[in-house]
């Protein structure tokens, strides 16, 4: 078994994030991908309030819950408190008895320049492997050499959407059909999420 950790607030979860998560598991022949919403993310909640847990999940699983290669798990929100990706990797290894080898962590480029800051950062090196996707403007002059060296770079589709986008564009009632899966949007507009 061969997996990827796609963590998150997926808030909303949007059609980037399953172009990439699908992309990642093709690249790296990985049997699953497996979302795992944010109880408390250490480095945004400080900045701004994330919508609550039971709408995240539930727009989460209706995107994914018929497809066989992606896969739910509510880890972190059992855990509460602020999620440190270490316990979630070591807890997700220990779940599906794997080797560090076969389990993949996944995060953004822009995740990478502060990674040195995050809880136990050498220890997610050595109890998985770290795949980076790009995102814009991302230099790797900006990072320093012994990290590039044991993270891998994947060439992913350049998604430049962002969830604080989507919400602004349900707050002012702008166009989202190709933003969000079309079950995500009906949601928002029901439970009048973002200000809908």
């Known amino acids: 078994m061969k997996l990827c950790l796609f963590g998150g607030t997926f808030d909303p979860p949007h059609n980037a994030h399953f172009i990439i998560a699908e992309a990642i598991r093709e690249s790296l022949n990985l049997n699953k991908i497996v979302f795992i919403p944010a109880y408390n ?27 066989p290669q992606f896969e739910f798990s509510d880890v972190e929100l059992k855990r509460k408190g602020v ?39 050498e220890d997610i090196l050595k109890e998985s492997r770290v ?25 992913l589709p350049r998604m430049e959407i962002s969830s604080t986008e989507i919400r602004e564009r349900f707050n002012t009632d702008s166009m989202t059909r190709f933003y969000v899966p079309e079950v995500v949007s009906e949601y928002i507009k029901k439970h009048k999420i973002y200000g809908s």
């Open 83 to 121: 999620s440190y990706s270490i316990d979630t990797i070591i807890e997700m290894r220990q779940k599906h008895g794997i080797q560090s080898k076969d389990l993949h962590f996944l995060i953004g480029s822009d995740s990478l320049a502060e990674f040195k800051s995050w809880h136990r950062w």
């Open 131 to 155: 795949v980076v996707a790009r995102r814009p403007r991302f230099e790797k002059t900006d990072i320093d050499a012994d990290l590039l060296e044991q993270v891998i770079f994947l060439n």
């Open 41 to 67: 993310p250490p480095h945004k909640y400080e900045k701004k309030p994330v919508t609550s847990v039971e709408h995240r999940i539930a727009m989460l699983k209706l995107c994914i819950d018929d497809l």
